[in-house]
């Protein structure tokens, strides 16, 4: 099975991937407003997707998919804040981190405008989702990669034009280094097992 996000008409397409086939299974799963990112356990049990919304300052939400069920559902949604633009699952399954752009890639003027994002933390136990832990990132950071080891976090910013590293307890995140690059950094993936 493979899930893909469809930003424009906000559904998520169920697909089969067969002996090297792709198919559409003509079923779509209806998460949220524009689901963007979505990423799943190992085990295949849940998918979490990233619901990005419509960018007029409202509080957007994550959605838990239960992989199991017959057919695949939503069976969960939590609210995030403004723009959850990258989301990634820990190595473990245990968290989910999230990428909230929180009104950083809008102009000053903007009554929804804040000066930076946000990373947070979410444990998954079972199709439940709870807030862990959450840190100040720079302005419109999109995408965020967990280190095999499920104690370091990468997130990047466009407009800082830098990679930040985060380590992670279990309960609390910390910022413990950034990478400057040159152009604005949008999308990120560390090797899985």
């Not at 998520?12 to 090297?20: A, C, D, E, P, R």
Request: aromatic share 6%.
């Amino acid at each position: 099975m493979a899930l893909v996000t469809r930003d424009g008409d906000h559904k998520i397409s169920v697909l089969t991937v067969q002996n090297g086939i792709v198919e559409y299974t003509k079923r779509d799963i209806n998460a949220g407003l524009r689901p963007y990112q979505v990423d799943t356990t190992g085990s295949g049990e849940i998918a979490v997707a990233a619901n990005i919304g419509v960018g007029q300052g409202d509080a957007d939400t994550i959605s838990v998919i239960d992989l199991k069920a017959r057919p695949a559902r939503v069976v969960n949604t939590v609210t995030v804040g403004q723009t959850p633009e990258g989301l990634k699952m820990s190595p473990d399954a245990q968290y989910v981190a999230v990428n909230v752009i929180n009104g950083s890639n809008k102009p000053k003027s903007s009554p929804f405008y804040n000066d930076h994002g946000l990373l947070k933390i979410y444990r998954v136990a079972g199709h439940n989702l709870t807030p862990v832990a959450e840190a100040p990132v720079g302005r419109w950071c999109q995408g965020v990669a967990w280190a095999k080891d499920g104690r370091t976090l990468l997130t990047q910013c466009m407009i800082e034009k830098e990679i930040l590293w985060f380590s992670f307890d279990g309960s609390k995140l910390e910022r413990t280094g950034s990478i400057r690059t040159n152009g604005g950094p949008a999308g990120i993936r560390t090797a899985e097992p």
